[in-house]
Nanobody, 124 residues
Framework: EVQLVESGGGLVQVGGSLRLSCVAS????????IGWFRQVPGKERGAVSC????????YFTDSMKARFRISRDNAKNTVYLQINNLKPEDTAVYYC?????????????????WGKGTLVIVSS
C-alpha cells in the first residue's frame, strides 16, 4: 500500500519559518517525483513546488522560489519543503503527491498518490 504522510505544519507568525516533510512508503522512492500543493477552502489545489527523481526542481511563482526550498533525502524516503518569511497568504493545507517520473510537474493531474495534508496557519 502506498502511503504519503505530511507533517510539520502548525501555527506560525508572519515572517517565521516552517519545514514540512513528506514521508513515502510502499513505493520505490528513488523513482518518484514529488510535488507539493496547497489548498484553502473554496479554492482549487494549487501548485507550490516539485522535485523529480533526478533532483530537478521547480516552483510555481518567483515569490515561492525566493522563499521556499524543496529537497529530498532518498535514504529517508522523504521530501522536505522549507518555507521562510511566511506570509498570511501561505495559510493553507499543504499536500504532497507522488508520480513515477524522473521529471516533476506543477500540474496536480500528474500525481497518482496523495497524502492527507498538513495545515499551515500564518498569523499576523
Amino acid at each position: 500500500e502506498v502511503q504519503l504522510v505530511e507533517s510539520g505544519g502548525g501555527l506560525v507568525q508572519v515572517g517565521g519559518s516552517l519545514r514540512l516533510s513528506c514521508v513515502a512508503s510502499g513505493i520505490t522512492f528513488d523513482d518518484y517525483a514529488i510535488g507539493w500543493f496547497r489548498q484553502v477552502p473554496g479554492k482549487e489545489r494549487g501548485a507550490v513546488s516539485c522535485i523529480g527523481s533526478s533532483g530537478g526542481s521547480g516552483y510555481f511563482t518567483d515569490s515561492m522560489k525566493a522563499r521556499f526550498r524543496i529537497s529530498r533525502d532518498n535514504a529517508k524516503n522523504t521530501v522536505y519543503l522549507q518555507i521562510n518569511n511566511l506570509k498570511p497568504e501561505d495559510t493553507a493545507v499543504y499536500y504532497c503527491g507522488a508520480a513515477l517520473s524522473a521529471l516533476c510537474s506543477l500540474s496536480h493531474r500528474m500525481y497518482d498518490f496523495w497524502g492527507k495534508g498538513t495545515l499551515v496557519i500564518v498569523s499576523s
